[in-house]
């Protein structure tokens, strides 16, 4: 059975700071992995998607990459920002969405 | 953007009682999924749906949970007979292919409250 793993469970930076996120899989045999974003109470934005084909996805300040045969993707925040804060979830897709348990990011202003 | 529409946002029902949750995916997309998240735990994967069938569902999506797309553009979740433990986020989900280079796209949520 699948499990992700993230990992720090919470983070808190100061405002302007580079910072990375992980996550690990436990089964490499995924199609792709998606990274998203929730504030509090709120639904799952989708930030990057990886294909298992890729090694890194880019857009604006958010780089992720993909090690699939390690079983880790990484999402790395440049210039971080206030509003950056929320939780950070990765998710791997085989048949379904499996999701980690999040990272909850906190930029201090 | 495209959205994935869900409607109610938030819904307070009585233990045993049925609830229809409403979810608009996206016009192309082909697969449309139910998640749901329990408060302060991670999000879990209730149900997928294609071709106007079920497709995989996991061990939470027991008799008293059922899909339909009852016309081109609505995609409902239906709990029978709610209990206190089905309170939960419930995010519906669509996606145009499964397989590589396929991502999903979320919806905003229902807040399922069962008192």
């Known amino acids: 059975k699948q499990e992700v793993t993230q990992i720090p469970a919470a983070l808190s930076v100061p405002e302007g700071e580079n910072l990375v996120l992980n996550c690990s899989f436990t089964d490499s045999a995924i199609y792709n992995l998606q990274w998203f974003r929730q504030d509090p109470g709120k639904g799952l934005t989708s930030l990057l998607l990886?294909?298992?084909?890729?090694r890194e996805q880019t857009s604006g300040r958010l780089n992720a990459s993909l090690d699939k045969s390690s079983g880790r993707s990484t999402l790395y925040i440049a210039a971080s920002q206030p509003g950056d804060s929320a939780t950070y979830l990765c998710?791997?897709?085989?048949?379904?969405?499996?999701f980690g348990s999040g990272t909850r990011l906190q930029v201090q202003p | 953007e495209p959205e994935v529409t869900q409607t109610p946002s938030h819904q307070v029902t009585q233990m045993g009682q049925e609830v229809i949750l409403r979810c608009v995916p996206i016009s192309n997309h082909l697969y449309f999924y139910w998640y749901r998240q329990i408060l302060g735990q991670k999000v879990e994967f209730l149900v997928s749906?294609?071709?106007?069938?079920?497709?995989?569902k996991s061990e939470i999506f027991d008799d008293q949970f059922s899909v339909e797309r009852p016309d081109g553009s609505n995609f409902t979740l239906k709990i029978r007979s709610t209990k206190l433990e089905d309170s939960a986020m419930y995010f519906c989900?669509?996606?145009?292919?499964?397989?590589?280079?396929?991502?999903?796209?979320f919806g905003s949520g229902t807040r399922l409250t069962v008192v």
């Open positions: 989900a669509s996606s145009t292919g499964t397989g590589g280079g396929y991502g999903y796209t």
């Open positions: 998710a791997v897709i085989k048949r379904a969405l499996t």
């Open positions: 990886i294909q298992s084909s890729q």
């Open positions: 749906f294609y071709n106007n069938e079920i497709s995989e």
